[in-house]
């Protein structure tokens, strides 16, 4: 407790560019933005793959792999590879790691809806697009809010961890209190990032209620 | 950017059992034994909290709740948290990934048992299988594709997990990743993300094993069909 106290009681966290506002803003940038491109990326992929059936080994692999591989060994080499210095060889494994989650739950939504709703769809005599875009996708809507929600709580954590590898974000308050000892400053960044983490997850909870149709809702 | 190999088995060769701390052999098994305690014993104590929240449903809900927080917390951050309190030991790194194999478990248990086909448990039950035995000898054995599918996945972020404990100093082959950066040497990151690797996947294998010796039925099923 005494560590959360002389963690946010310091003034001089506040302000400047290590401060708490500033570092919570930079944690926010990079988190968006690696999500928002995972997410432009793999929401239509996987609804393509679940409506086609086309490629889908391709989702199982991803899905193994992204969970077997470990990412501070990703983000290292592939900083080290492609150079220090800017923003975007951080960003490269932040997006990779946070595809397959939504990949993966919005192959299995779409996949799993029952066959009777897509025939009925057809018979009704809409076109493929249109059971694609009006029937499958509102109806696989809870899978693909929960792969973007592991994806982004994904995001987050692995952002948290490059701050070893340079990146700004909360993840500093923990890598440099780490280097020098200073636990106050580990401490109060965990905290501020397990909030960080938690508002992520109750946006989603609320973003479920607002956009999931009631109907399809009960059914699950 | 510079002219350094990917990989050099030179170094591999040499430091595959120097004798020190930092031999890729200890760091191995360091990793082997911080990966899968935590597994144990999150089986160990999910098992019979599944095994609760299934029988008094008003319990699942809370503990559903509390576990999905957990699980959204970034790994570094409960390494930090129990920083405090358990220094920089195994410890730190083993209690954390305890409560995300719980996470993941209690549910798959839960669902499992949820999954028991309601006539298995009638005929049971008509057989005169008392509660106990009920779910020792039939509604266990028959949760068990569910319970492994979530072991496989818990055993899997384990092991990469484990790594993320380098950044306090306990990370096993992760320890490999800091030695690299710090060097600009890529022959240690290398050989750190291939054998975790390596081991999720032997892993998830003799768990894919475990459940075909544990559910000789399914075979005999798609033997007849």
């Known amino acids: 407790m005494n560590w959360l106290i002389d963690f946010f009681g310091n003034a001089d966290n506040w302000s400047g560019p290590d401060g708490i506002p500033v570092r919570i803003l930079e944690h926010l940038e990079f988190s968006a933005a690696a999500f928002l491109i995972a ?15 086309r490629g889908a080994f391709l989702v199982v ?5 992204a969970r077997a591989l470990p ?31 939504i990949l993966v739950n919005t192959y299995e939504g779409v996949r799993g809806i029952d066959a009777d709703l897509r025939d009925a769809a057809y018979g009704m005599g ?6 694609l875009f009006q029937v499958l996708t509102p109806s696989a809507l809870p899978l693909i809010l929960l792969g973007l929600r592991l994806s982004a709580i994904q995001v987050v954590s692995t952002a948290t961890v490059a701050a070893f590898v340079g990146l700004g974000g909360l993840g500093r308050f923990i890598i440099d209190g780490l280097a020098t000892k200073a636990y106050s400053d580990v401490i109060g960044g965990a905290v501020l990032i397990a909030l ?6 109750l946006g989603f909870t609320l973003l479920n209620r607002a956009v999931v149709s009631p109907g399809v809702r009960q059914v699950r | ?6 990989i050099r088995w030179d170094w591999i060769a040499r430091n595959w059992d120097n004798g020190g701390p930092s031999a890729i052999k200890t760091l191995l098994e360091s990793h082997v034994a911080m990966a899968l305690l935590p597994v144990v014993f999150g089986l160990l104590v999910a098992l019979p909290l599944g095994v609760a929240c299934a029988r008094w449903r008003w319990l699942y809900q809370p503990t559903a709740g509390l576990m999905n927080v957990i699980y959204s917390l970034p790994s570094l951050v409960l390494f930090s948290i129990f920083l405090s309190v358990t220094g920089l030991t195994q410890t730190t790194v083993i209690i954390p990934l305890t409560f995300f194999t719980l996470a993941v478990l209690i549910p798959a248990v839960v669902d499992g048992l949820g999954a028991v086909p309601d006539h298995v448990r009638q005929s049971a039950v008509a057989m005169g299988f008392r509660p106990l035995r009920r779910l020792l000898q039939v509604e266990l054995p028959v949760a068990v594709p569910v319970v492994l599918g979530g072991l496989r996945v818990a055993t899997v972020s384990s092991i990469s ?11 096993g082959l992760g320890n490999l990743f800091i030695d690299g950066w710090q060097r600009q040497f890529y022959t240690p990151i290398v050989v750190g993300i291939v054998l975790i690797a390596a081991l999720a996947v032997l892993s998830d294998g003799l768990l894919v094993f475990a459940q075909w010796l544990l559910t000789p039925w399914s075979r005999a099923r798609r033997g007849t069909a």
């Open chain 1, 39 to 53: 997410a432009v990326i793999a929401v239509p992929l996987g609804l393509l793959i679940g409506h086609t059936g």
């Open chain 1, 126 to 131: 809409l076109r493929g697009h249109q059971v």
């Open chain 2, 161 to 171: 997990l484990v790594s993320v404990g380098a950044l306090i100093g306990q990370g």
């Open chain 1, 71 to 101: 990412t501070l060994g990703l983000l290292v080499l592939v900083v080290l590879l492609i150079g220090v210095g800017t923003v975007l060889p951080v960003l490269i494994p932040l997006i990779v790691l946070a595809i397959p989650p």
């Open chain 1, 61 to 65: 692999v991803s899905a193994n792999t």
């Open chain 2, 1 to 6: 950017m510079n002219d350094e190999p990917l």
């Open chain 1, 196 to 201: 960080l983490a938690l508002a992520v997850q």
